[in-house]
């Protein structure tokens, strides 16, 4: 039986931190209707303790759209926290509070932190967040070149404090899909948690071109929700792409076994809004959203074994993939 999966955007939050990423308040909220259309099921709307002018954006944001929970990062401080408060208060369901905090020994040293203080900082912001009637998500940064475990102590107390999602970041990319995958799976099987209550969830980025591999092998692993990008973009080189990893699973169900709600007819739509918005183009032979994705000069047929069928349905012209992006 297929596994229902937990769709993450952090578009507007990760991948606004992208060189060259700017969007005003109204383009924020036009991309984030278009990820309702798509079907994500929870929108990072952005960084409400980053200034006044994000907590404006996120606030908006939060009190205009219906259907897709509405999540905002904060690290473990109070003053962030109640940023994220403000920005999510009025949010049509409950919001939902991305906790995030150092695990890793790079990370602790940069901090000036040690472990037991670190451990402390988790249990102390998440218990404030979950007063606050906050759905708390806590990641441990750089995760993966953490100790596994000091990864289970302190995912074991962001359990017994209040998180009900658990996210596992390869924030520098660093990891293979074996030490991802390994990786989750051994905390899945040794956090303390009650079955059935908490997510794991899988958070990668692309340094070494591992971000969409890595991405499923955590699904592979046992995760319940993966957080991605629209085309990719964030900061360096960029996050998961959305697109790739939900048709890889929607091409490969006999593989994963595991399931959407993206409507796959508007990937395309949705990779295009935010290219003509941010300015960041794809390139042509991009996965799933290139220009050439369909494209040949001569040679073999090609025969794409219906794998793009419902994302083609969308587009009304019938050689879409001929088009050049600016067409």
Same mark, same amino acid.
């Given at each position: 039986?297929?596994?229902?999966?937990?769709?993450?955007?952090?578009?507007?939050?990760?991948?606004?931190?992208?060189?060259?990423?700017?969007?005003?308040?109204?383009?924020?909220?036009?991309?984030?209707?278009?990820?309702?259309?798509?079907?994500?099921?929870?929108?990072?709307?952005?960084?409400?303790?980053?200034?006044?002018?994000?907590?404006?954006?996120?606030?908006?944001?939060?009190?205009?759209?219906?259907?897709?929970?509405?999540?905002?990062?904060?690290?473990?401080?109070?003053?962030?926290?109640?940023?994220?408060?403000?920005?999510?208060?009025?949010?049509?369901?409950?919001?939902?509070?991305?906790?995030?905090?150092?695990?890793?020994?790079?990370?602790?040293?940069?901090?000036?932190?040690?472990?037991?203080?670190?451990?402390?900082?988790?249990?102390?912001?998440?218990?404030?967040? =979950?007063?606050?009637?906050? *759905?708390?998500?806590?990641?441990? #940064?750089?995760?993966?070149?953490?100790?596994? $475990?000091? &990864?289970? +102590?302190?995912?074991?107390?962001?359990?017994?404090?209040?998180?009900?999602?658990?996210?596992?970041?390869?924030?520098?990319?660093?990891?293979?899909?074996?030490?991802?995958?390994?990786?989750?799976?051994?905390?899945?099987?040794?956090?303390?948690?009650?079955?059935?209550?908490?997510?794991?969830?899988?958070?990668?980025?692309?340094?070494?071109?591992?971000?969409?591999?890595?991405?499923?092998?955590?699904?592979?692993?046992?995760?319940?929700?993966?957080?991605?990008?629209?085309?990719?973009?964030?900061?360096?080189?960029?996050?998961?792409?959305?697109?790739?990893?939900?048709?890889?699973?929607?091409? =490969?169900?006999?593989?994963? *076994?595991?399931?959407?709600?993206? #409507?796959?007819?508007?990937?395309?739509?949705? $990779?295009? &809004?935010? +290219?003509?918005?941010?300015?960041?183009?794809?390139?042509?032979?991009?996965?799933?959203?290139?220009?050439?994705?369909?494209?040949?000069?001569?040679?073999?047929?090609?025969?794409?074994?219906?794998?793009?069928?419902?994302?083609?349905?969308?587009?009304?012209?019938?050689?879409?993939?001929?088009?050049?992006?600016?067409?």
């Amino acid at each position: 039986m297929a596994r229902r999966v937990t769709v993450f955007d952090t578009t507007l939050r990760d991948g606004e931190q992208s060189p060259g990423f700017g969007l005003t308040a109204e383009q924020k909220l036009e991309v984030v209707r278009q990820l309702a259309r798509l079907g994500v099921d929870v929108i990072e709307a952005g960084y409400p303790g980053g200034s006044p002018s994000h907590l404006a954006a996120v606030k908006r944001i939060a009190e205009t759209i219906e259907g897709p929970q509405i999540a905002a990062l904060a690290r473990a401080n109070r003053a962030e926290i109640d940023a994220v408060y403000a920005a999510l208060g009025g949010a049509k369901r409950q919001g939902r509070i991305h906790i995030v905090l150092g695990t890793s020994p790079i990370q602790m040293a940069q901090d000036q932190k040690r472990p037991h203080e670190v451990v402390t900082m988790a249990r102390e912001a998440i218990a404030y967040a =979950r007063s606050l009637g906050l *759905q708390v998500q806590f990641s441990a #940064k750089d995760a993966t070149r953490s100790e596994p $475990s000091f &990864l289970t +102590q302190i995912f074991t107390v962001a359990v017994r404090a209040g998180a009900t999602i658990l996210n596992v970041p390869d924030t520098l990319g660093y990891a293979t899909a074996k030490e991802y995958h390994d990786l989750m799976h051994h905390l899945i099987e040794h956090v303390d948690a009650p079955e059935g209550l908490v997510t794991f969830s899988a958070h990668c980025h692309n340094d070494l071109g591992q971000a969409v591999g890595n991405t499923l092998a955590g699904l592979e692993a046992g995760a319940l929700q993966f957080e991605s990008t629209i085309n990719g973009i964030g900061e360096r080189a960029g996050n998961a792409a959305l697109e790739e990893v939900v048709m890889a699973l929607e091409t =490969r169900k006999d593989r994963w *076994q595991i399931e959407t709600g993206i #409507k796959t007819q508007e990937l395309y739509r949705t $990779s295009r &809004l935010v +290219q003509s918005l941010t300015g960041l183009a794809v390139q042509p032979n991009k996965a799933v959203v290139g220009a050439n994705i369909l494209a040949r000069e001569s040679g073999i047929n090609l025969d794409h074994d219906e794998t793009y069928d419902d994302m083609l349905s969308a587009e009304p012209a019938p050689n879409w993939q001929m088009r050049a992006w600016g067409d």
